[in-house]
Each structure stands twice: as C-alpha cells, then as structure tokens.
C-alpha cells in the first residue's frame, strides 16, 4: 500500500495527491489526517478518507477528487459507546475540549472501520453503516496511536502505554472477527500465564488452569457487541504453587508475588486510608479523594477540600478530618460518598488523629495527646481526655486493642495495658526492634491479624507480626523486609516481558515520595505522610508518581542475621565463602575464607582465588590457575591434606573458575574456553586420569568470552558469566547429555557473582543487589524472569536447599532468614463493593 501527501485546493475542494511516507495535514483548528481504503480488485477503485474541522471526513478517489462529505455530527449528537479501561481509570478531571474533533485517521480491524485520534480523544467509526464503534475521550496527552490486527495501542505523555483489544494480550484470533458467531483464541501470551478471561458479551469467565494453558477459550460476539468490542477486561491468572521436579507439558510458570498498581487522584499522594470498601488519599493540596473497592478498578471522587489530614476507623465507620487553616478535627458518621454529610466540631487546635471503631487519639499542634472514647455511629466524637507520652508524637495508629506511636525524632513507642476495661492503657514502652536494626521510619500502619507494616526513609517496607492487646510489641525480634515487586526484565521470548517490564521496581518508585514528603514538610513540619496501609485485600502502598500498590496474596519477608561462627570474633573479616552437602547424611558445610591463605582453621600454602565444595572434595583455584583438591569423608569431614590435580593434559592453559557438581567438573580458563571431566576425586597418579572434555563457548563479539561458570550441586544445571557481566544457561543437559547441547543468553541483569542451588540460580549484581532466578526446571532451564530480594552483599554462596548466606560490605558474615506471610483476601460484603468479584478466590492473582 503506498502512502500520499495531500494538497488541499480549499475553493475547489480537490485533494492533489503527492508520494510520501506519512499523511498529515495541519490548519488552525488542529492536527488532521487521511488514510487509505484499499480496493478490493483494482487499484484505481482505492479510496481516500481525509478528516476536516467542524466533524466532516472527506472521501475522494485515486486522484484526490472530492466524491462526498460525511457530517458525523449527528452520529456524536447520540450517546457514544466509552471504550472501558481496566484496571486503572483515567486521571480525575482531564481537559476535555468542548468541541470534539476528528483527528489522525487510519484503517483498522474491518473493511469500512476508521480509527481516529487526537491529544485528547480516540473514536472508532464504521463508515459503511455510518455508526461510532466506541470511543474514549478526556484521556489527555495522547502522544501516539497504533493498531495492529484487533489491538489498538496508545502513548500517553508519561510513557504509559494503554492497550485496547476484544481480549487479553497474546490471543491470537482464528478466524478474524465475525459479525455474529464465535471467535476462538490461542491460549500462548507473550506478556503474562493467562488463563481466563471474560467474554465481551456477558460476565461469565472462561477460566483454566495452568497445566491446561493449551486450551481453546470462545466468547460470543453477536451484532449487539458490535458497539462495545475494543473493551479491555480483566485477566486473571491461576498462581500455582510450584514444586520441586518438573513442570507438567504446557505450564505457563507464574508470578513469585502478586502486585497490583493504580493511579491515584490529585497532585501526589500525602495520606493513605483503606478499608475493607473504600480508599482514601489525600493529596498535597488538601484534596480529599475516595474509591470504591470495585472489580473494574478505582474511580475516584472528590470528597472534601482543604483537608490538613484525614482518619478512618477499620470499619469505616467513623471518619475524621483536620482542616487546613483552622487546624480543627471535624468528626462524620454514617459516611456516604455522595449525599450530604454532617460534620461535628470534635477537637480545635489537631495536628494528627488516629481512630478505632470506638476511640480516638489525638495529637495536638503544641505536642500533647489526648483520647476520646465511647465512639460510635450516633456519637463520632465526645469529650478528650489527656494522656501523658514520653515525647513529641507525630503519629498515631491503633487497631485491635493496640496503639502504636512515632515520635518526631523517628522513634517507635507502643502503648502497654490496653483492654477492655482500661481503653487508656498504662504507660508508653519504647520499641528497641527499630533502633537496633538502624530504621528510620517515615510512616507506620497496623492491620487486622496482628500485622503491623512500616515504610523508612529510603522507601522499603517492612513488617511484624504477632501484635495483640497482650503483647503490643509482637512475636518477633526484628522487622521482616518486603521486595516491593521488584521483578527485572528477561529474554525476548518470556511470557512474562511485556507485564513485567512495564511494571517498574515499586521500591525505586517508592523513593521519590519519600524525598518529595521529606522536602514538604520541611515547609509544612505539622505534616505526617501515610503511605502505607492495610485492610482485608492486603498491603498498600502509596508512591509519588501519584500510584497505589497493593499487595494480594502471600509474601516472603528477609531479614539478614549476622553470624559469627564458633572460635571467631565478631570483627573477622571474611574474603569468600562457599557451601556443599556432608558426606553421606543430611545437612550442610560451609567453608569461609578469612584470606586466600587462611580457610577456617586449615592453613594452606597457596594463595585461593576460588573455591568450590561438593559432598565429598573441597577444590581450590589459586592465583596461578593450579587446582588443589581436598578429599572429604564420613570419618574425615574436612579432609587431611590438599592433593594437587594433574593438569598435564591441558597444557598451559590457565583456569581461572571450577566448579564441582555431585559427579561431573567445569572450568573456564583465560581465553573464555570451556572444559568439562567426570569425577571430583584427584585419583592415583599411576591410575588412568580423567580427559578434560573441550566444550564450544557461546558464540559471542570480539572481545567478550566467560570469565565465571558455576554448576548446580545435582549437576542438573549449568550456568556461566562472561567479562560484561552477561548471564548464559547451558541448554540440553541431561543424564544421557550430561555436556548439554547449546548456549542460551539470559538477559535482565549485570552480574559480578551466580550461585546454584539443586533447584535455581541466585546472583550478586554489580551494585550488590541480590536476585533469584524463577521458573527454572528441566524443561526451561533458563527460567522466566529475575526477581530481587533484599540486601546487598560483597559475596554470596546458596546451600543445595536454598539457603543463603553472604559476606556482608564491612565483610561481616550474615544468614536470610525468611518468614512468609499468608494472606487471604477477604469476600466483599453484600452490601459494599469489593476489589475483588465474587467469582475471584485467594487462588486468583488479578492483572
């Protein structure tokens, strides 16, 4: 098809045709285009269909002569089919211009359909009978608009991309659509496990599980769907949980963790309230905004202004506000969105206020604190009563009989003696957990269950559990820290690219908030950011580009312990450690080096590079590229003597990596060759020797060859690095193959360090950051995407059952320690709106 510039001849109203590569044309009124109809037998039958001001679209023929205007007033004057997006509304308020215009114009999907956009608007239209398919207006700063086959794409201004399409991402439709009947769609997603959706005619989804991701989905699309076919619905994905061993033919491998993002109302997010039926945010001028939980997303609506900070009670009940100017506490129950809603002067001269579904506390602008009890619906507020606090508080929560507070120094109290005969409770305890951790804690929220969530200065999140009336410091003995969906990017290929590479690091995210938080309340001190909170769906998050993260599902927290080992000193500085299984029974050796002379106890008289242990040999590389063995036993665990390894046969090829599986070596040596033998043990001398086998390295550009390699402790993968940092996965390997077949590069991360477990791949980035590698197996020995965890290390090694431990910056020696966290979203109430559907259970991760 060739494209042609238009020369437009206003008097004569005839359209001279030019070659080019676009078709754009520009006057006063705006930015306007043309496009192409083909013919359906000869060239010359082409028409040309070129939109103008005041609603009109202009088709003429082959040769730019003017053939008839079409008025489509009359077709907007109707009420116009709204493309629905899902989950993630427009922004609140966007400029819509008050006379709508035809814009750039394209052919798409059908013979007849034209698909029109400007900066504010996007319209689909059916030419031959003279309808608008759908349309979605005031979206704002549209950048640039694409289709391809049934998917329209569009560029908003903040490099957000919005797709609109029939159905999920990656179906591919076989036959085209139809104008009644059903369309069938492959299952195969280039973006995420899909595994059901809903039809565009009704609300029954079609669901499958992932072992049966080979299924064929239909959905009817009748003449009655014709007006509402470009809707983007929901998909939700079946989370398995995976298992150790092979993945059935056909899995699509799923999610590590579940996180959900939503835009925000307002100029940025100060204040974050959640219940189990609504979100409220206020924003940083004083905007207050509130949401129903809906399954279609958030659609905010103003609620008040000028509002200095907001409170809910859990139950949603009760609902507090501190005014801007006057700093005074107003108290509403029976709280509707809309309607009108009554407003009780509670508390004058408040700086922050904290709720349960029958108290109180308040923080005064001079620093004093007092309580308010015997709240109820028909009482949302009553007389305060002071109580005394060590310091200056900043902030206040309460939830289930437990009243934790920030100072304005960062420090956490916890009140002590709450119950039901005594809702004052006895006296503030100062919580040691934070101090001796190094936390700097910015906001802290307490949730149902005996949660309690918190988010620090430099944007991480942390948790405790076991918090009740009786014990308000909870179980644990330090704060748990959450990877907020910090997934990376993976290979071409990945099911998992398109989602996950749109989905940026929330905890990058979260950073901008707190900076921009910090330097506003350098101008307003009375202030106190709420980012974080929880209800029945799960933890949420505010961030300040203006989103809200929401957790749903279970979640691992880490928490690193230092370790100091037995006959050691807590100031030993440690250079590398490895780990490998005990010889004949189960647990697991560590093997830490203080220097590369020193190995625990065991004194040697070269200087180790590397180290590498299996069940029964420890091997050493030193500085010369020689390899020394030591022999370990039941009896003898940790080896007699080092034995030096012939390498005769190699020549004078240097090593400069080995690693050692459970029967099978690998090494590299400086020119990026790979070597593979059979045996761990040196052997006699006398004895026939193991051959070093030549392996072909990864074809790569000049320059560029492995400099690491690392084999799992089963011999079941094998993994390696070159000098960019670029991570490589050998392919093939199996009992009958154990050299594998291919090189497969594994894109998403610089590496400096990769371990393997019997089960993954862990590895140290370059900036020592810690990440896993998920969706290893057999089948996929490449995985399908990396996924950070907290820390950050100078070295790294993994147990063969996945247990980390790291050298630390200073060079200290540290364990993860992890703790899961279940959470089962809670069923909506008949009588309020609920984020998730009633056909959703907690085996549903929703897109």
């Known amino acids: 098809m060739r494209l042609y510039n238009f020369t437009v001849n206003m008097s004569t109203g005839l359209l001279n045709a030019k070659c080019s590569e676009y078709l754009l044309c520009c006057c006063s009124s705006g930015r306007f285009g043309a496009c ?77 359909w034209i698909l029109s956009w400007n900066e504010y608007s996007i319209y689909v239209l059916d030419c031959l009978n003279e ?41 591919v439709m076989e036959p085209p659509f139809q104008q009644s009947g059903l369309f069938t769609s492959s299952s195969r997603s280039r973006s995420s496990s899909v595994t059901s959706y809903e039809s565009l005619h009704g609300n029954t989804p079609v669901t499958t599980s992932c072992e049966l991701s080979c299924r064929r989905y239909s959905a009817p699309l009748g003449q009655e769907g014709l007006q509402q076919e470009l809707v983007v619905k929901a998909i939700r994905v079946k989370k398995k949980r995976r298992r150790q061993g092979k993945q059935e033919d056909g899995q699509i491998p799923c999610l590590a963790e579940s996180w959900m993002g939503y835009s925000g109302p307002g100029c940025g997010i100060l204040s974050l309230q959640v219940t189990d039926r609504y979100v409220w945010c206020l924003d940083f001028k004083g905007g207050l905004f509130c949401s129903g939980l809906l399954e279609t997303g958030l659609n905010w609506q103003r609620f008040e202004d000028n509002v200095h900070q907001v409170a809910l009670s859990p139950s949603g009940n009760l609902l507090w506000k501190v005014e801007q100017r006057s700093m005074t506490a107003f108290a509403c129950a029976k709280v509707s969105v809309k309607g009108k809603r009554h407003w009780y002067k509670a508390v004058e001269q408040t700086a922050f206020v904290a709720l349960s579904d029958d108290s109180a506390w308040i923080i005064r602008t001079n620093g004093d604190l007092y309580l308010q009890t015997g709240l109820s619906v028909d009482r949302p507020c009553a007389r305060s009563v002071k109580v005394d606090s060590p310091c200056v508080f900043t902030q206040v929560c309460v939830s289930g009989g437990v009243v934790w507070a920030l100072s304005e120094h960062k420090a956490l109290f916890y009140r002590e003696g709450l119950n039901s005969y005594c809702s004052e409770g006895e006296g503030w305890k100062y919580d040691t957990v934070s101090e001796a951790q190094g936390l700097e804690l910015m906001c802290v929220a307490l949730a149902e269950g005996g949660t309690a969530w918190a988010l620090d200065a430099s944007g991480s999140l942390w948790f405790r559990t076991g918090i009740c009336s009786s014990r308000p410091q909870g179980d644990d003995d330090h704060w748990w820290q959450i990877s907020i969906s910090n997934y990376v990017v993976f290979d071409q290929g990945s099911l998992f690219q398109t989602l996950l590479h749109a989905t940026q ?27 974080v909170s929880a209800n029945g769906s799960g933890v949420w998050v ?79 590389l030193d500085t010369h590229g020689q ?49 593979f033998r059979v045996g761990t043990q040196p052997l006699n001398p006398s004895m026939m020797l193991p051959a070093w086998i030549n392996i072909e390295p990864p074809v790569q550009p000049i320059g560029v060859q492995l400099v690491r390699i690392q084999t799992s402790p089963n011999d079941r993968l094998l993994w390696a690095l070159d000098n960019r940092g670029s991570v490589l996965v050998r392919t093939g390997l199996s009992e009958e193959m154990p050299v594998g077949t291919d090189w497969e590069l594994v894109p998403g991360l610089a590496v400096s360090q990769l371990v393997l477990s019997s089960r993954t791949v862990w590895v140290r980035c370059v900036n020592g950051d810690l990440a896993r590698r998920y969706g290893v197996c057999d089948r996929n020995p490449a995985g399908d995407y990396w996924k950070k965890i907290p820390g950050n290390a100078n070295w790294l090694t993994v147990t063969p059952e996945d247990e980390l431990w790291a050298v630390t910056l200073i060079g200290g020696l540290s364990r993860r320690l992890t703790k899961l966290l279940p959470q089962s979203p809670c069923r909506p109430t008949p009588s309020g709106s609920s984020l998730n559907g009633d056909d959703v259970d907690d085996e549903w991760e929703l897109i």
């Not at 694409?146 to 990656?170: A, H, M, Q, T």
């Not at 995210?509 to 950011?529: D, G, I, Y």
């Open 627 to 675: 390899v020394s063995i030591r022999t370990l036993s039941p009896s003898c665990p940790f080896g007699l003597h080092w034995t030096p390894l012939d390498l005769n046969q190699l020549g004078s090829v240097r090593l400069v990596s080995v690693s050692c599986g459970s029967q099978n070596v690998w090494a590299v040596d400086t020119r990026g060759i790979v070597y």
């Open 36 to 112: 192409f109809l083909p013919a359906l037998c000869k060239q010359s039958d082409l028409q040309v269909f070129a939109a103008r001001p005041g609603l009109r679209l202009w088709r003429s023929d082959i040769r730019g002569q003017v053939e008839h205007t079409r008025q489509l007033k009359p077709l907007f004057n109707t009420q116009i089919p709204q493309f629905e997006l899902f989950p993630r509304p427009g922004p609140i308020g966007a400029y819509c211009p008050e006379d709508r215009q035809v814009g750039l114009l394209s052919c798409f999907l059908r013979d007849g």
């Open 131 to 171: 309808v608008v398919v759908g349309a979605l207006e005031s979206s704002g700063d549209i950048v640039s608009v694409s289709c391809c086959d049934n998917e329209i794409f569009i560029l908003k201004g903040d490099r957000d991309v919005i797709r609109l399409s029939n159905g999920p991402e990656g179906l």
């Open 542 to 620: 505010a961030s300040g580009r203006n989103q809200l993260h929401l957790a749903r599902g279970s979640l691992v927290g880490t928490f690193w312990q230092n370790v100091v080992p037995r006959g050691t000193v807590s100031a030993t500085k440690w250079s590398f450690i490895t780990s490998s299984a005990v010889p004949h029974r189960e647990g697991t050796f560590l093997w830490l080096a203080q220097s590369r002379k020193d190995l625990l106890i065991l004194l040697i008289s070269m200087e180790l590079t590397h180290l590498s242990a299996c069940r029964d040999a420890l091997w050493g």
């Open 505 to 531: 690091s929330v905890a990058t995210v979260t950073r901008a908030p707190v900076e921009r938080v910090v330097a506003f309340l350098s101008q307003h001190s009375q202030c106190q950011p709420s980012l």
